[in-house]
Every structure is written in structure tokens, then in C-alpha cells.
């Protein structure tokens, strides 16, 4: 009975100490978790007041973020991984750098989820992934586009 009782207790030590042990080590999927903080990087660049016409598509591209995010989350919670991330963000860009720095880390979380997946799971979040970073690259082109536009008649 003693025995058994000394399994259960090692049972129940192994059980606590190897997820905890997981949970930091940035070996797996370290490329998305870069991905999802440049993401969120973007995001905050892009959540300034504009033009209507340009805040349209910034909420577009906004919400693509979110669903991209949470596509990472997903993968995140399998491998146990910390999602606190507060990225820093250079408040001194005017609206064209703003725009040119977000793209860059929509093309850089790109980048990195466009590496090679050692989770055969992970493969469709980051799929999902993938289309929700398209969209927001596709609407963020769009208020750049609409903002020039302001520009040239004067607003």
C-alpha cells in the first residue's frame, strides 16, 4: 500500500514539473510567437483616428489581425505558452510611417509562420493564419491607396 502511495505522489510531482518545464522553452514554434508580436505591433501602430474612407479599411484590417492572433492562440495553448505581449511601439511615426511599419510586421509575421511546421496539427491554424494576414496586408494597401488619394485633393 506504501508503494503505491509513493507512485501516485511521484505520479502526481512528474505531472506538475513537466508542463511547467514546457511551458518556457522557446524551442517549438518560437516563429509564431514573433509573429504574434509583430502583429500586435501592427495593430497598435494602426489604431489612430483618420479619414472615414481610410478607417474602414484600417478596422478591416484590424479585425484580420484579431483573427490571425487568435489562430496563433490556438497553437499557443497546445504548446503551453505564455501570450503576454506587449510590444513596443514608436509613437513619433506620422501616418505614411505608421502605415509603412505596419506593413513591414504584417510581412514579417508572415515570414515567420512561413516556416516550416514541426507540429503536424499546427499546419491549419497556420493555413488560417496565413489567409488573415493576406486580408490585412490586402486592406491595409487599401487605406494606404485611399489615403493617397486624400492627400492629392487636399484633405
Keep these: ?13 512528474a505531472a506538475a514539473i513537466v508542463p511547467a518545464g514546457f511551458a518556457d522553452t522557446p524551442g517549438r514554434h518560437a516563429h ?3 509573429a504574434r ?5 501592427a495593430q497598435w501602430l494602426l489604431r489612430v483616428h483618420d479619414e472615414p474612407n481610410v478607417m474602414n479599411h484600417i478596422r478591416a484590417v484590424d479585425q484580420e489581425i484579431d ?3 487568435f489562430e496563433m492562440d490556438q497553437a499557443a495553448a ?3 505558452k505564455d501570450l503576454l505581449d506587449h510590444p513596443p511601439v514608436d509613437q513619433r511615426l506620422d501616418r505614411p510611417g ?11 509575421a508572415r515570414a515567420e509562420i512561413d516556416r516550416e511546421e514541426d507540429n503536424p496539427r499546427a499546419r491549419e491554424w497556420r493555413n488560417r ?13 487599401r487605406a494606404a491607396r ?10
Design 146 to 155: 485611399d489615403l493617397r488619394l486624400d492627400r492629392l485633393e487636399g484633405f
Design 32 to 34: 509564431y510567437l514573433r
Design 37 to 41: 508580436t509583430d502583429l500586435r505591433a
Design 129 to 141: 493564419a496565413f489567409s488573415h494576414i493576406d486580408g490585412a496586408i490586402d486592406q491595409l494597401r
Design 78 to 80: 497546445l504548446d503551453r
Design 1 to 13: 500500500m506504501e508503494k503505491k502511495a509513493n507512485w501516485i505522489g511521484l505520479l502526481f510531482l
Design 67 to 69: 483573427r490571425a492572433v
Design 98 to 108: 505608421r502605415f509603412r511599419r505596419a506593413m513591414e510586421l504584417l510581412r514579417e
